[in-house]
């Protein structure tokens, strides 16, 4: 699932979905277009619910492949993080099928349903953005345990060769090209928007005192590389009730440092704040304790991480030929980035000072006694 979706205006699928659903599954009974998610659809079958979906054009297969390794290992081992893969009895070792210029590939259906306020409706009714929202902590502390279990049990992936790979030191220069093309889109509404005014206040700080961090320090050897989902909306996380049963949104999985999760996970489902980072730590550490370096490393992640992320809300939010006023979650959500942007300041700098007097910032020295040097010691009052 993409970050901004629009419905097709009806509800049966086209023709091509209509042809992958059937060569899928030849025995269906019934399909069904999903309300905000164009590239995918409901299929109903003997033998329960299933879903295809269509990738983007560009998409490789070798990509696709990995991805639906990945949601097979999220499946087994008493993980159940993920949808399982179908393949199509026409070409069952495929990992997709080829249909005009896309791939499709098939999974099953997964229960439950995102929590509230996941995504906003803008700037037309049948688009859907997917925006942060704060989940429950005890859901926002099953995610992270869920999400360490699959770090773990995805180990034997992360080796493989010609996969997805998002290595921490690009990171810094994907950041700097999302934000040049945010800040040409949203240049133009700044004077009347305060919230484009306190990212632009706040983006290239933070940038700047990111990035050396991240450069400073080698990529984490604290943990082996992991299988990252990358994707972790409140809209791709399926709730029944307050239980977790699992994840959406498996497409952009790729190898590297567990902290990209770690971090999109407490930005997008909690908000950065010290209670969601100790959270997220403990819960996380339960299972895969990070080591100091990675500790170090984390607010830093988070604040790229953020910049981007706000700014591409902002874009969707504003830069758009729409007049009316966005809807008050969306308003909401794009708060809720940039008071974390403020939060990630504010740990970059103290972290900063730290590193520069080898002492906690917040922690006062004793105070000493004066000394007085010459002249007469003068008389104290009763």
Known sequence: ?????????????????????????????????????????????????????????????AAIAFSRDVMASAGEGG???APRPVAAPEAPAQPALRIGDRYFSAQTWLPGSPPPRAQANWPE?????????????PVFSAVIAAIARLHEGTISLAGKTNVPVAPLA??????RQAHGRHLGALRAHARREPAIQRWLATAERLMANAEPVVFSGEEPRGLPESVLHLGLWPAHVLL????LLGFLGWSRVAVGSPLLDIAQATLRLQGWSDDAVETALATYGE??????????????????????????????????????????????????????????????????????SKRSPWRREPRRPLVRTGGRPRERHR
């Open 125 to 137: 009714p049948d688009d859907r953005i997917d925006i942060p929202a704060v989940l429950p902590p």
């Open 79 to 81: 993980l159940e993080l």
């Open 240 to 243: 029944d009730d307050s239980s």
């Open 287 to 356: 299972l895969r304790p990070l080591s100091p370096e990675e500790r170090r490393l984390l607010p830093a992640v988070a604040a790229l991480d953020a910049v981007a992320t706000s700014g591409r809300l902002l874009e969707q939010t504003f830069a758009v030929a729409e007049t009316a006023r966005p809807p008050t979650v969306l308003r909401a959500a794009i708060d809720m980035m940039l008071t974390s942007m403020t939060a990630l300041d504010r740990n970059l700098v103290a972290q900063a000072a730290v590193g520069k």
């Open 170 to 175: 690009m990171v810094p220069g994907a950041v």
């Open 1 to 61: 699932m993409q970050p901004t979706s629009a419905a097709p205006p009806s509800s049966a699928p086209n023709d091509d979905f209509l042809q992958a659903a059937h060569r899928f599954f030849p025995d269906l009974t019934a399909t069904e277009a999903i309300a905000g998610h164009p590239n995918a659809i409901k299929i109903t079958t003997p033998a329960g619910l299933r879903r295809v979906s269509r990738w983007p054009s560009a998409a490789p297969l």
